[in-house]
């Protein structure tokens, strides 16, 4: 069936450039700066994923920035103009406040126009963000009204399980994720993190594990702990250019759960700023997050 309105998404969920052609969503580009150019957004420069990767480990600095009301409201409004009804699903406002720009402008375009913008905060990021997505997307294609559709997102979000394991603690200590000795000491005894995003879109640390093989497979732990997936049911790997482990990590849930479809994808550089080079994140539906 048709889908009914329009469905908006931002960066902040890495999907590739081609899923939103092939799916028909409208994309919002999050950006970022370093040494004084902005890449990105909506007039920035362009840079590779596998370059902004190699600046990361060689000392670059990004920082990113947010998407404005009005940059929001330039993205909306078009398709208000031609009748449509659009549902946005944004990056999690546990970590941006770009959904309250989104909101900002949903809140101002609806006293213009009769068509209808309703804004959902994923609670989501990378990946996680893209899988919350790909959920809904295939409910708006069933021909799900836009409140149907609405409820549905509502209801999964908190069932979008996010468990990542990072190999360099610098980037979670510069945004105040993890302090200054954690990180000093975390790198002296070669201990990895493994973290997730919680019900309320933060990012919190939960375990670690003595070197990396021991991290990617707390990660399969949990998904074991708590994944409820039907066999057509996806899984969701990103990370920060490193393929190998990826492979490993693939290979271990083969192990305890059979072939499964993987969607694999590399951390986009807004997230990557963040998190640095060598995360590693796996997302699934289960029975909570």
Known sequence: ???????????????????????????????????????????????????????????AMPKTFQVTPAQAAAHIEPYLKEGKDVLVLSFSSGLSGTYESYCAAAKELSAA????????????ASLGQGLFVDYVVKKADTGASLDETVRYAEELKGHICHFFTVDDLFHLKRGGRVSATTAVV??????????HVDDAGHLIAIGKAMGRKKSIAALVEKMTELQELDKDDPVFISHGDCAADVDYLVGLIKNRFGTRTFFINMIGSVIGTHSGAGTLALFFKGRHR
């Open 186 to 195: 975390g790198k002296m005894l070669n201990i990895k993190p493994v973290l």
């Open 113 to 124: 126009y009769s068509a209808k913008v309703r804004v959902v905060d994923s609670l989501c």
């Open 1 to 59: 069936m048709a889908r009914q309105f329009v469905v908006m998404t931002d960066t902040g969920s890495d999907l590739p450039d081609d899923y939103y052609v092939q799916h028909n969503i409208a994309r919002v580009n999050l950006g970022f700066t370093l040494d004084g150019v902005t890449y990105g957004g909506e007039d920035g420069a362009d840079m590779d994923v596998k370059k902004f990767y190699e600046l990361l480990r060689g000392g």
